[in-house]
C-alpha cells in the first residue's frame, strides 16, 4: 500500500489567485494522478503527472489552468491558477504501480473560492 | 474514450442485499475497480476484477464479464455504516500508461 499525504487540507482563496497543492508519497510510485471532484458528483481526471516531463492532460483541462510538476518518483504538485469560484471543488491526488491492482488516494484538498 | 454508466441512486434496507450494476464501453480495457466513498472522504478501494467471474471479499463480491463491459458490486448482510457512493472505474491503457476513469458513482442509502 502507500502513504499519501496531501497539503492543504482544505482552503479558502480568493478568485484572481492561485493555489498549489502538494501530493508526498512514501514510496516510489509509477503513476501519479490528479481528479477533481466536483460538489455531489464523482471524480474527473485532470491530468497524469509523468515524472520529468510535462503532465497529460484530459480533454478540458490545460496546462495553463492546471500546471503540474512531478520532480520525482515520491512528490507532485497541482497549481490551480487565477481561480474562480468554478473551481470550487475536492482536488484528489492518486497514485498507482506498474503491474498493481490498485490506485490509493490521498484525503483530497477542499477548495473553496469566493 | 470511454463511457461509464451506473445507476445514480439506490436505497436498501439493513440485513438485505444489494446489487450494483455497471455497465462500460472503452479500448484497452486493463481491470474494473470499485470503491467506496463516504461524504466527505476520500475514496477507499474495494475490489478489482481483470478477469471474467465473481471476486468475493467477506461481504462484498464483484462480478466481471469483459464481452458484456458489464460489472457488477454485491453487498450482502447490508448494515447502516454502507451508506456510501459506489464508484465503478474502469481501467485502460494509454499512451501515458495506465488510465483510471470513474463513472458518476451510486449513491446507496440504507434504511433501518
Known amino acids: 500500500s502507500a502513504v499519501i499525504s496531501q497539503k492543504p487540507s482544505r482552503d479558502i482563496c480568493q478568485r484572481g489567485t492561485s493555489l498549489t497543492i502538494q501530493c508526498q508519497v512514501d514510496?516510489?510510485?509509477?503513476?501519479m494522478f490528479w481528479y477533481r471532484q466536483q460538489p455531489g458528483q464523482s471524480l474527473t481526471l485532470i491530468a497524469t503527472?509523468?515524472?520529468?516531463?510535462?503532465?497529460?492532460?484530459e480533454s478540458g483541462f490545460v496546462i495553463d489552468k492546471f500546471p503540474i510538476s512531478r520532480p520525482n518518483l515520491t512528490f507532485s504538485t497541482l497549481t490551480v491558477s487565477n481561480m474562480s469560484p468554478e473551481d470550487s471543488s475536492i482536488y484528489l491526488c492518486?497514485?498507482?504501480?506498474?503491474?498493481?491492482?490498485?490506485?490509493?488516494f490521498g484525503q483530497g484538498t477542499r477548495l473553496t473560492v469566493v | 474514450g470511454q463511457n461509464i454508466d451506473q445507476p445514480t441512486e439506490m436505497t436498501a434496507t439493513e440485513g438485505a442485499i444489494v446489487q450494483i450494476n455497471c455497465t462500460y464501453q472503452?479500448?484497452?480495457?486493463?481491470?474494473l475497480f470499485w470503491y467506496q466513498q463516504h461524504a466527505g472522504e476520500a475514496p477507499t478501494f474495494l475490489s478489482y476484477?481483470?478477469?471474467?467471474g465473481l471476486e468475493e471479499k467477506g461481504r462484498f463480491s464483484s462480478f466481471l464479464s469483459r464481452s458484456k463491459g458489464y460489472s457488477y458490486l454485491l453487498l450482502k448482510e447490508l448494515q447502516m455504516k454502507d451508506s456510501a457512493s459506489y464508484l465503478c472505474?474502469?481501467?485502460?491503457?494509454?499512451?501515458?500508461?495506465?488510465?483510471?476513469?470513474f463513472g458518476g458513482g451510486t449513491r446507496l442509502m440504507v434504511k433501518p
Open positions: 503527472a509523468n515524472q520529468g516531463s510535462e503532465a497529460t492532460y
Open positions: 472505474a474502469v481501467r485502460a491503457i494509454n499512451n501515458a500508461g495506465n488510465m483510471l476513469t
Open positions: 514510496s516510489q510510485v509509477t503513476m
Open positions: 476484477n481483470v478477469l471474467d
Open positions: 492518486s497514485v498507482a504501480y506498474r503491474g498493481g491492482t490498485e490506485a490509493f
Open positions: 472503452t479500448s484497452g480495457f486493463n481491470g
